[in-house]
């Protein structure tokens, strides 16, 4: 699993982003966000190719991905 605050951290160009990265941010779109969480608390983005991971937070949905085919097209 990949994180999007560990990938950042070592990058000067991406330590702006960390500091908007908030429960407050966030709750400028989504106003429920931070009623359910409060305000001012740091989030982050996970990215993870284990389809295990992903059916435990997400269960009974159905896993989708894009692949290029031999031919070179690109497959959604």
């Not at 000067?12 to 960390?18: A, R, V």
């Not at 106003?31 to 009974?60: N, T, W």
Request: glycine content about 10%; cysteine-free; charged content about 25%.
């Amino acid at each position: 699993m990949f994180s999007y605050r560990e990938l950042a951290k070592g990058n000067p160009k991406m330590k702006p982003s960390l500091k908007m990265m908030t429960t407050s941010t966030l709750g400028t779109v989504l106003p429920q966000f931070v009623e359910e969480y409060g305000a001012g608390k740091r989030i982050d983005i996970a990215f993870s190719p284990s389809h295990d991971l992903f059916k435990e937070g997400f269960p009974g949905s159905k896993m989708t991905g894009m692949y290029m085919d031999k031919n070179g097209n690109w497959k959604l």
